[in-house]
Nanobody, 116 residues
Framework: QVQLVESGGGSAQPGGSLRLSCAAS????????MGWYRQAPGKERELVAQ???????NYADSVKDRFTISRDRGMNTVILQMNDLKPEDTAVYYC??????????WGQGTQVTVSS
């Protein structure tokens, strides 16, 4: 199994920046992808950004050129740097890991609020 602990998040003004971090522990060698999803009130959970063990990345169109996902080589930590934040980025952000065999693990979620 894999355990995930998120940190970061909070509040920012439009145009500001926030950084989310997720620390993974457990069977790290089984991890294939690490990423972030978000869920706004009344909306479905959606993929924000994802990175794979073989260094491929994938971003939602709404965050391209504003958010950057990165991870360490050991798949211990995944970071989401969020720049030029917009009110529509307000959501609960969840760290996500997919292991070989397609089983998913989720963090507890961290609130991001963007408002003036």
């Amino acid at each position: 199994q894999v355990q995930l602990v998120e940190s970061g998040g909070g509040s920012a003004q439009p145009g500001g920046s926030l950084r989310l971090s997720c620390a993974a522990s457990g069977r790290l060698f089984t991890i294939y992808t690490m990423g972030w999803y978000r869920q706004a009130p009344g909306k479905e959970r959606e993929l924000v950004a994802q990175t794979t063990r073989d260094d491929r990345t994938n971003y939602a169109d709404s965050v391209k050129d504003r958010f950057t996902i990165s991870r360490d080589r050991g798949m211990n930590t995944v970071i989401l740097q969020m720049n030029d934040l917009k009110p529509e980025d307000t959501a609960v952000y969840y760290c996500n890991v997919v292991v070989f065999g397609a089983e998913m693990y989720w963090g507890q979620g961290t609130q991001v609020t963007v408002s003036s």
